[in-house]
T-cell receptor, first 114, second 115 residues
């Protein structure tokens, strides 16, 4: 069963609009780790942010912010004032305690138009 | 900052041939992970190594094997290649798994095409 669900397949926005990517996860562990990775057209996987399950503080890093809600098992990611260079596939990933591999969602393709 | 290095970046092989992919982790990282990403798919975990020992195994075919060497670099050996093995192969590295999970940093990937 898929542990990470990214319901949005594709999102298209105009530059400077905000983009919010949804991620819902499933785990029975009380300790787990959530990540967002970006895969631009060039193909590499770039680490963006991480959140530990025992820390619910939501943060902002530059144009990126995230909303971790344990009650709804969601870990949403927002890009503020999007730019063309933000065009990429964004993956949400889960790692459970003692199981160090990453389980990825299907990814959301973000297209930012000038 | 130094990143994960993978070689080769592109590889073309015929069916039933063998291929060896190499991964050099970020300095001081002693844990290596291999993932396979098919076209339009999300990355799937294959295998991982910590301190030269296999630490976890995912959906890796029996035709594939991997190891980690004393300098912490890793090699993924693929034999009897099939058309379905065409994919982007990522290596990731991290610091030692400890009290909390360490972040995995990915290399640029090796794009394998099997004809």
């Amino acid at each position: 069963a898929q542990k990470v669900t990214q319901a949005q397949t594709e999102i298209s926005v105009v530059e400077k609009e905000d983009v919010t990517l949804d991620c819902v996860y499933e785990t029975r562990d009380t300790t787990y780790y959530l990540f967002w990775y970006k895969q631009p057209p060039s193909g590499e996987l770039v680490f963006l942010i991480r959140r530990n399950s025992f820390d619910e503080q939501n943060e902002i890093s530059g144009r990126y912010s995230w909303n971790f809600q344990k009650s709804t098992s969601s870990f949403n990611f927002t890009i503020t004032a999007s730019q063309v260079v933000d065009s990429a596939v964004y993956f949400c990933a889960l790692s459970e305690e003692g199981d160090y591999k990453l389980s990825f969602g299907a990814g959301t393709t973000v297209t930012v138009r000038a | 900052a130094a990143g994960v290095i993978q070689s080769p970046r592109h590889l073309i092989k015929e069916k039933r041939e063998t291929a060896t992919l190499k991964c050099y982790p970020i300095p001081r990282h002693d844990t290596v992970y291999w993932y396979q990403q098919g076209p339009g798919q999300d990355p799937q975990f294959l295998i991982s190594f910590y301190e030269k020992m296999q630490s976890d195994k995912g959906s890796i075919p029996d035709r594939f094997s991997a190891q980690q060497f004393s300098d912490y670099h890793s090699e993924l050996n693929m034999s009897s290649l099939e058309l379905g093995d065409s994919a982007l192969y990522f290596c990731a590295s991290s610091l030692s798994p400890g009290m909390i999970q360490e972040t995995q940093y990915f290399g640029p990937g090796t794009r394998l095409l099997v004809l």
